[in-house]
């Protein structure tokens, strides 16, 4: 049975009151078939499902439905002068005047006809409007020609359509499992789930994070794979050496695609493996977008901070998005301390690397050298300075490539391979 926000969707746009090019495949022609759900909390819905023969991912932030109720409050002929201001001021917001805003802003406005026929209606404003409020869908439209961002389909109200990877990062190198995982059991272990989720919410403060795409900062505290139950619900993705230098390769590629854009640099203000999704030729994309901000719109959210301390300088939910406190002025400053290549090279590359029983080719039994390299390859992104241009950020990236590929050779003792 379809959930209620789903329900809801359709409801409406059979009513007129929402739209979006999606919404005559979800509710009218059956073309947008929904399986199981991968999350339950409050904050955000993810479905796995089926459109036009491909499996993807269905989301909707429940935050969408109270901006919804605002503009429902807009007087209908403001709400029409007002379009063209909203998307242009939105994209202001994030990006600030970049030289090629301006085409950011016509694409924006061409999604917004969500039934492509030259005129936006109330209901494409207020719909669309209000989800270009959510970080994710505006992010993911922004940077939907990225190749290592998972595709944007379209939206219906407030629910949209992404591009389904076959593995999850934190999935394939993590050999521990998540509280939330536990969501994926059967109906008989629906006791067990609810036990588990209540008591561990109350210590982990579980209740902002997506299931499949959760973070991958819980798997310390629940370790359940060897119990042979959770092997058979859960299928164990064995991953090779190659195949793990082949994702570190191509999430170093991830980095700077998303910041190779026309609008501005961009940074994860929630890195970990949770966000990345993996095809099966260990190619890279970014599932998770909702703490995904531009370098413009994080300098200043983090100048209007007032602090007392260092630590009252961040953004997102982690720390990784920080800067330092000026007790001067008693804000926060716009200089960052870390960005996303940090993030990959220090923590993620450790996560990735960390299994002792990779396979390793006969003859080498390099796994204590590997993980030493590793540490140290740490150690030198930690001394890399913040970048704040694509050229920079180029340079530092090809830098670590090349002495990544030293440990590769050294590990594997093949210079071929």
């Not at 492509?116 to 209606?121: C, E, I, S």
């Not at 994070?209 to 959760?214: F, K, L, T």
């Not at 926060?332 to 080719?361: A, G, K």
């Amino acid at each position: 049975m379809p959930s209620l926000p789903l329900l809801f969707q359709c409801s409406a746009y059979k009513a007129g009151n929402v739209s979006g090019p999606l919404c005559s495949d979800l509710c009218e022609r059956n073309n947008i078939h929904l399986g199981q759900c991968l999350s339950s909390v409050p904050k955000k819905k993810i479905y796995d499902g089926h459109w036009g023969g491909n499996q993807v991912i269905l989301k909707v932030n429940m935050s969408w439905f109270e901006e919804f109720k605002k503009r429902e409050k807009v007087i209908d002929n403001d709400a029409m002068a007002s379009y063209t201001n909203d998307v242009s001021s939105r994209v202001r917001t994030l990006f600030g005047d970049c030289p090629r805003c301006s085409e950011l802003t016509s694409l924006l406005l061409s999604l917004g006809d969500g039934d492509d026929d030259g005129t936006v209606t109330i209901s494409e404003t207020r719909t669309f409007i209000s989800l270009l409020q959510q970080m994710e869908p505006m992010m993911m439209m922004t940077l939907n020609e990225s190749k290592h961002t998972v595709d944007f389909y379209g939206y219906c109200g407030g629910l949209y359509v992404l591009e389904k990877v076959p593995f999850i990062a934190s999935k394939m190198f993590l050999d521990t499992w998540e509280l939330l995982d536990l969501s994926f059991l059967p109906d008989a272990f629906e006791p067990l789930q609810d036990t588990i989720n209540h008591y561990g919410g109350k210590i982990l403060n579980v209740a902002t994070y997506s299931v499949q795409y959760s973070s991958a900062i819980l798997n310390n505290y629940l370790d359940l794979t060897g119990c042979s139950i959770f092997r058979a619900v859960f299928p164990v993705h064995v991953t090779s050496k190659r195949e793990r230098f082949d994702v570190a390769y191509s999430m170093l590629d991830a980095i700077l695609d998303v910041s190779d854009n026309p609008y501005g640099l961009v940074q994860s203000c929630d890195g970990h493996l949770g966000n990345y999704g993996i095809t099966k030729n260990s190619f890279v994309k970014i599932i998770d977008l909702d703490e995904t901000y531009p370098h413009v719109f994080l300098k200043t959210r983090l100048e209007l901070k007032n602090c007392k301390s260092d630590s009252d300088c961040w953004i997102g939910i982690s720390e990784v998005c920080c800067s330092t406190c000026n007790r001067s002025t008693g804000n926060c400053t716009s200089q960052f301390q870390h960005q996303d290549l940090h993030v990959v090279c220090e923590d993620i590359f450790h996560d990735i690397f960390r299994d002792p029983n990779i396979p390793e080719p006969q003859g080498y039994n390099n796994t204590t050298y590997l993980t030493k390299a590793i540490r140290k390859l740490g150690v030198f992104c930690s001394k890399l300075p913040v970048v704040y241009s694509v050229e920079e950020l180029k340079r530092d990236i090809q830098t670590v490539k090349k002495r990544l590929r030293s440990i590769e050779i050294r590990s594997t003792g093949n210079c071929s391979d």
